[in-house]
């Protein structure tokens, strides 16, 4: 008896270490990166790159929920810049406006059976916090190059993408390269309030009975310094996005003196409802975060190889561990935030109505409905009230790992960089990419460029800036995957 036990010690402790031993990137990561089509090396001007982009700058093309508002003329003089600086690609690529300002353009392929891709970026900003500009260290709209950066609002935000895509174009063209496959690029102006321009694309493509074999929008960066422990950098692709709603809990009481009041008041409801969301986070999906570990692979050590790559025994463990630290915590279940609360308007009267607004961030897998099932599941309490509070979007679907897709981005990510490690990682914000789905067999998030904490800051924030060095290998990237268009 003890004998059986001891062999059965012996083989689970095998299957751990060796589940440990083989917790590392798929083997297919190895091939791709082998390919013999992977073009010779390139080389970019990158100070001329920089002066591009901090000319794209200079135009405020500042985005507004309300329309009447937007400086048109910004993304008009816009446009005009772009086309003089990308000459070949504006006569060659039919430029279209979709929907305002959303700027479509097409290079068709030489075979016209072959499904089309799509690169996306947006061309609007978000506007500078009134009251900040005097704490940028280069005004936000000057669009200076100092210090080895690109300094200013746009700059990581989108219209590197914008930029870097039509910078890679153009030198395509120039070398006389024309693509196997159509390949579409659409720039929208208002990705940063709703995505109108994009939803307006992707509807056009779908009446024109278009499937796309493959998608490429913002939403993922090569990140420095981002995983305490880390030093690698580390190319963070987005497989997929969450959704996004807030939800609106309230109660009816019956207001009056707060000399005499009821065992509990309306506000009283409200926080009981709250504190039973807070204590019951949505189930944990561990899969998408254990992927993105497992790329990881080679850089963990032995022990955190372990737990990660036996999540049939030490799943409760890595999820608790996990559930602690909010950046993982994000990637692996709906988040619940509660934002907003209100009940009386005076200390000394019950409240008639009282409410809390919380806001969920979806699990893809998950949508809207089924977070309003849960809710009202947790809360448990007929006096409480669940309705939509303002926009709402469910998750995107997940593209696979495993596509061709994946791939050949990873492997031209590498080629630019060896350095760099890839790994999948789930977009916690929105991306216009989600208004893809319905066309979109793989779509994926990544810009090449590098941000560390301070850059990250900078995004929606003071100081947005992109490295020159790191935009050039961003251009590089957008380059090497139009010459590979045939493979995606
Ligand atoms: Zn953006």
Redesign the pocket.
């Known amino acids: 008896m003890k004998k059986i036990f001891l062999l059965a010690v012996v083989a689970v402790l095998a299957v751990i270490v060796v589940r440990a031993l083989q917790f590392a990137p798929p083997e297919t990561m190895a091939s791709a990166k082998a390919a013999p089509s992977t073009p010779a090396a390139s080389t970019w001007n990158a100070d001329e790159l920089a002066e591009g982009l901090a000319s794209a700058v200079r135009f405020p093309t500042v985005s507004n929920a309300d329309f009447s508002l937007v400086n048109r003329q910004a993304f008009a003089d816009f446009q005009q810049f772009l086309a003089q600086r990308f000459p070949l690609v504006f006569s060659q690529l039919k430029p279209q406006r979709i929907k305002d300002d959303t700027l479509l353009l097409t290079w068709e392929g030489s075979d016209a059976s072959a499904q089309p891709i799509i690169l996306l970026s ?1 061309q609007d900003v978000v506007p500078v916090i009134p009251g900040t500009e005097a704490e940028w260290t280069y005004p936000p709209f000057a669009g200076v190059v100092a210090d080895g950066y690109i300094w200013g609002r746009g700059t990581a ?2 219209k590197a993408g914008v930029m870097g895509i039509l910078e890679a174009a153009e030198r395509a063209l120039q070398e006389g390269y024309m693509p196997p496959r159509k390949i579409y690029f659409a720039f929208g102006h208002d ?2 309030v709703g995505g109108a321009g994009a939803i307006a694309v992707a509807e056009l493509l779908e009446a024109r009975g278009e499937r796309l074999a493959f998608l490429l929008d ?1 939403g993922g960066i090569i990140a420095k310094d981002m995983i305490p422990g880390l030093n690698a950098r580390v190319a963070l692709i987005g497989p997929g996005e969450k959704g996004y709603v807030s939800l609106e809990l309230s109660a009816r009481g019956d207001g009056g003196h707060s000399s005499m009041p009821p065992r509990h008041s309306a506000a009283g409801v409200i926080a009981r409802a709250v504190k039973r969301l807070e204590d019951h986070p949505f189930p944990a999906d561990l899969g998408l975060t254990v992927e993105f570990f497992q790329f990881l692979g080679n850089e963990l050590s032995f022990f955190q190889k372990v737990l990660l790559a036996n999540e049939w025994l030490f799943g409760p463990l890595i999820e608790k561990i996990m559930s602690q630290i909010p950046a993982l915590n994000a990637g692996m279940r709906t988040t619940t935030a509660v934002t907003m609360l209100q009940g009386s308007v005076k200390d000394n009267v019950l409240p008639i109505t009282a409410s809390a607004v919380v806001n969920f961030r979806i699990l893809p897998g998950e949508t809207i409905a089924t977070v309003i099932d849960q809710v009202k599941a947790i809360i448990d309490d007929e006096q409480v009230s669940v309705a939509e509070y303002g926009f709402g979007s469910n998750p995107s679907q997940l593209s696979s790992t495993d596509s061709v897709g994946f791939k050949v981005l990873a492997d031209v990510i590498q080629d630019v960089d060896p350095a760099v490690i890839v790994t999948p990682r789930l977009v916690v914000a929105a ?1 216009d990419a989600r208004h893809f789905d319905k066309v979109s067999d793989a779509s994926f998030r990544f810009m090449g460029v590098e941000l560390g904490p301070r850059e990250l800051k900078g995004i929606h924030g003071t100081d947005e800036r992109v490295s020159v060095a790191s935009y050039a290998q961003a251009v590089d990237i957008y380059y090497r995957l139009i010459l590979r268009a045939g493979e995606l």
């Open positions: 947006h935000d989108d990705e940063e913002e991306t």
